[in-house]
């Protein structure tokens, strides 16, 4: 890791905060831990910026973080043609890379310089993995960078690859699975990454996986629980699990009445959403949806996400649907959820005790999909492609008929009501970059 010195052109009065970038980008499942773990950065007296998507300025503005904004709109790109068919490439790593080109590469370019920018006066960077980009300017001018991921990401024999969670178990294989996402990755995007280092003077990455190489040298924060997921054992001193970087349910927020009066007037419902992830034709997800929770005759939340999923449907008076709602107030008040396993869609769904269905897309969802199942919080998760209301129907009357996920539920919520994910990573932030108001590492 770059040994911290503050920048030439900055003051350097030890009195004066640390200026701490964050940089992240993706669903608003990867935005919230940053906006958490920004807030906890500022009560511990950092100065913090979130640098990210435009259309998480709002969100970032309303709880007191200053913000940057960089690249173009996930949102948009997500929508696109070619973001809808890279959700729906399931456990193929060809489809992933294919769709994952097709969506990205033609913004990378501004992506690149848009964070080298609103980085150029930070103390110290925290950057999620897909935001590596972050890590070329920190080297360049020699500040602390610490990468911050919501899923495993330093390569182990000993994990469930994030990708085929049900792969043999066998070390060779799970720790050439485990490389493989980087190595896609770093096929897709090498070339404009070491085009932006050269230009900055920086030698090119030559590696195969020159992000697992960097993860070796630098600190990684792991936010999510070690309860579902422990450290393993074969990685090194920097890599650390601090625990679920949850945000809290803003103070002024109140619920639509109509939602109110909806949970009131019956029995708990389950919840049901796929967030951003609705794939080619959200429509057909949609009345998959209505038909599977009619025919389990339970009430249920449906949540529209992104796509908007199912407005303009005809509903049952069993079902209330509702753009978006925060999960740590909702959860509570279900029975069960529904949802594409996420990391953060998950954690809360657990924090709140609540037996979890998975319906995995791609990427580390089944993975998710298989923590629960192995805490016993839920069956094992249903993929997405071929998923019909059947299906959906008999996943969703297993999780809600067996006590047993009841149970699981009930124990992982309370090891997770222990942990303190913001607090620890905070410490773990000024062990490696510095105290707040210092101009060196303690």
Known sequence: MAVYTRPNDRPTSKMDPMHVLMVTTGTLGDVHPFVALGLGLKRAGYRVTLATHPEYETLASERGLAFRRVGVSFKELLESPAGRNWIESGESLRRYKEGMARAF??????????????????????????????????????????????????????????????????????????DSLGKVTASVFGEHHNAHRRKLGLAPWHSANPFAELLSKIPTLH???????????????????????????????????????????????IYLGFGSMTGRDPEQLARLSIDAITRTKHRAVLASGWSGMGQGVELPDSIYRVDSVPHDWLFPRVSAVVHHGGAGTTAAGLRAGKPTLVTAFFGDQRFWG?????????????????????????????????????????????????????????????????????????
């Open 105 to 178: 590469l033609p913004s990378t370019p501004q992506w690149l310089a848009d964070v080298h920018a609103a980085t150029l006066d930070a103390d110290a960077i925290l950057f999620q993995p897909f935001a590596v980009a972050a890590y070329h300017t920190a080297e360049k001018r020699g500040i602390p960078a610490l990468c911050v991921s919501p899923f495993p990401v330093v390569v182990s024999s000993e994990l469930e690859p994030l990708v085929w969670p049900k792969a043999p178990r066998w070390r060779w294989l799970r720790r050439r699975l485990s």
């Open 223 to 269: 936010v999510y629980s070690p309860s579902l997921l422990p450290a393993p054992s074969d990685w090194g001193p920097l890599a650390q699990v601090t625990g679920f970087c949850s945000l809290a349910v803003a103070a002024d927020w109140r619920p639509p009445p109509e939602l109110t009066r909806f949970l009131e007037n019956g029995p708990p419902p």
């Open 370 to 442: 298989a923590r629960v199942e192995q805490a016993g919080a839920g069956p094992a998760p249903i993929a997405r492609r071929g998923l019909d209301a059947r299906t959906l129907a008999d996943g969703i009357a297993r999780t809600l008929g067996d006590p047993r996920y009841q149970l699981g539920a009930n124990r992982i919520a309370e090891s997770l009501s222990r942990e303190d994910g913001v607090a620890n990573a905070v410490a773990a932030f000024a062990r490696h970059a510095g105290a707040a108001s210092t101009s060196g590492p303690v």
